[in-house]
């Protein structure tokens, strides 16, 4: 995926530039991280996927139950 979406560092207007997302961030720099500032922030970049994960599938899950109420009551 990094290679996919081009691995550069800088924001761009377009969606179409390349560019670099958060899981690859982590992939890329995770093992040279020194103690310190750049670790600190890599892992608050993880929790932050991790939260962002939770949200999405969350909303999915109850997407998915309201769906299956509303076919439940039709039936």
Known sequence: MTF???NARRISP???AP?????ST???QFGEAEA???FSSLFALG???FFITFV???????MLIRM???QGLKS
């Open 4 to 6: 996919v979406i081009g």
């Open 14 to 16: 377009s969606l179409f």
């Open 19 to 23: 560019g670099s997302s958060i899981a």
């Open 26 to 28: 982590l992939a890329n």
């Open 36 to 38: 310190g500032l750049h």
């Open 47 to 49: 929790l932050a996927l």
């Open 56 to 62: 999405v599938l969350a909303l999915a899950k109850w």
């Open 68 to 70: 299956e109420k509303s």
